[in-house]
Nanobody, 122 residues
Framework: QVQLVESGGGLVQAGGSLRLSCVAS????????MGWYRQAAGKQRELVAA???????NYADSVKGRFTISRDNAKNTVYLQMNSLKPEDTAVYYC????????????????WGQGTQVTVSS
């Protein structure tokens, strides 16, 4: 019922920047907090950054000071601005949204995008 579509991934040199976007469509009333996860080769998927509907944010320690998550509720879009990229940031990045009850706003599930590859060369 909710679809998340990412864009903005690609290849960049160390020290460079990328901006990821994720557009939600469908029943957008069924989502609340959104965020970005990443999964590097041979590693578990990890939370990179998250943002609530009210704008509160949290970040993985490894990206604090370099990445910024934001959202535009009018456009149903969440962004991840990635600066000072490092080779260890190389991963598939996934957009995520908490699925919630329209009536109670309780979390009842998860929505995921298809993922977008970010590769940082040294």
């Amino acid at each position: 019922q909710v679809q998340l579509v990412e864009s903005g991934g690609g290849l960049v040199q160390a020290g460079g920047s990328l901006r990821l976007s994720c557009v939600a469509s469908g029943n957008i009333y069924s989502i609340d907090a959104m965020g970005w996860y990443r999964q590097a080769a041979g590693k578990q998927r990890e939370l990179v950054a998250a943002i609530t509907s009210g704008g509160s944010t949290n970040y993985a320690d490894s990206v604090k000071g370099r990445f910024t998550i934001s959202r535009d509720n009018a456009k149903n879009t969440v962004y991840l601005q990635m600066n000072s990229l490092k080779p260890e940031d190389t991963a598939v990045y996934y957009c995520h949204a908490d699925g919630v009850s329209v009536l109670t706003r309780r979390k009842i599930g998860d929505y995921w995008g298809q993922g977008t590859q970010v590769t940082v060369s040294s």
